[in-house]
């Protein structure tokens, strides 16, 4: 019987036989001319590693490493960041033109752009106020009409989890036709709430990983899928040639070592003390709406209409995130949690805008927002 990835994999793709490039045909020999390298270093490279060379076709020991943290047993690849993942997840499983994604808003903006840049249509299947939960039945229903559902857990720009649960329900009613991408971009504030151990259980379940936030190697483009063998065998099909360099695999194996692994928990317990505390620092601001609970490393706060914390913040030298645009964020803004010292003088900054907003300057704005 054809597997889900099977039947959702576009004519095309099936059809397709891998690059060769030289690195995968591979071979045995004493002088390596085959690839159109140069045969030494220049003098401007290290010249203990080999960056005349093209880099390995696919890091199996990066892959191997990250299975040994996740815990799972499940085929992984090491692509240039989960952009890249969501990018090859649309281009093995939609055809363009045809096909159909379905993402829960508002979420990350790379799914919906990926799939427009490819003619993939998008469905989009609002979460639910007010806490952005999950809205399965929506999710169940968008899901027949979509090759694949992207759900970000925890989710940005919320920052909340979505319910085990609710994914598990939407798995169940949607195995037999649509794959379900779950972005763990954010897990490492949340581990235990990883879904990899269902991937055994679920094989339309895709789950896509990164080292840009916890890790720390935003810079070294590293993310990860990790899915069932019937759907990372067509995967396997469109990642590039060459998809980490060198420099970039040395120090991602550093990170997965175990005195690395230490070090990512770590800090990441900490970040999350310093997120705690900035949340309590900024809990008696009565113009602060909402400030949204976080599984992550940044915060989601709602200020009353009328009070332009995103511009304030500007003024100070403070770049946050501006979620305005989206129409259930509106007076949103998110901020990601610094350093304990960054994060005092944030908050600093934002109490002194309180004492600025005497009651009458408050109302003031507050009407204007209503009126306009
Ligand atoms: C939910 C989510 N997924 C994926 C990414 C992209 O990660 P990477 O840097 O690995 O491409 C981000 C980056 O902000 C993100 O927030």
Redesign the pocket.
């Known amino acids: 019987m054809a597997s889900l990835a099977e039947k959702l994999a576009p004519e095309s793709i099936k059809k397709l036989i891998p690059y060769q490039s030289a690195r995968r045909i591979g071979g045995s020999g004493r002088l390596w001319l085959n690839a159109n390298e140069l045969e030494h270093p220049m003098f401007f490279a290290d010249h203990q590693s080999a960056l005349h060379r093209y880099p390995d076709f696919l890091p199996h020991d990066i892959a191997a490493a990250y299975q040994a943290y996740c815990d799972t047993t499940q085929p992984t690849i090491a692509v240039r ?4 993942a969501i990018d090859l997840l649309v281009r093995t499983f939609c055809q363009p033109g045809v096909d159909s994604i379905a993402i829960c808003t508002p979420t ?1 903006a ?1 799914y919906e752009f990926c799939a427009e840049s490819l003619s993939v249509n998008v469905i989009k299947c609002p979460l639910l106020a007010p806490d952005f939960s999950l809205d399965v039945d929506s999710v169940v229903a968008a899901a027949r009409q979509a090759n694949i559902v992207f759900l ?1 857990s925890p989710n ?1 720009p919320t920052g909340q989890l979505l319910k085990k649960e609710n994914i598990v329900s939407v798995l169940e009613q949607t195995q037999d036709h649509s794959l379900v991408v779950v ?1 763990e ?2 897990i490492e504030f949340e581990l235990a709430e990883s879904v990899v151990d269902l991937i055994d259980q679920y094989p339309n379940l895709v789950v ?1 990983r ?1 080292l ?1 936030k916890a890790f720390g190697l ?1 810079a070294v483009r590293c ?1 990860f899928i990790i899915a069932a063998t019937s759907v990372m065998e067509y995967v396997a099909k469109l990642v590039p040639p060459y998809p980490m360099p060198d420099s970039s695999a040395e120090i991602v194996l550093k990170a997965l070592t175990a005195e690395g692994l230490a070090q990512v928990a770590a800090n990441t317990q900490s970040l999350i003390r310093t997120r705690d505390a900035f949340i309590e620092r900024l809990s008696t601001i009565d113009w602060i709406d909402t400030i949204y609970p976080s599984s992550t490393n940044f915060v989601l706060i709602r200020t009353q209409p009328g009070i332009e914390l995103f511009e304030y913040l500007v003024k100070h030298g403070i770049v946050t995130r501006n979620q305005s645009h989206e129409p259930s964020l509106k007076h949103c803004v998110r901020i990601t949690i610094g350093s304990e010292k960054s994060m005092q003088e944030v908050s600093e900054i934002i109490c002194n805008f309180s004492d600025a907003l005497t009651p009458s300057n408050k109302n003031r704005d507050i009407t204007h927002e209503q009126n306009a």
């Not at 960041?81 to 890249?84: K, Q, T």
């Open positions: 960041g989960a952009d890249e990350y790379m970000c940005n972005d971009a954010y896509i990164t840009s935003a993310g």
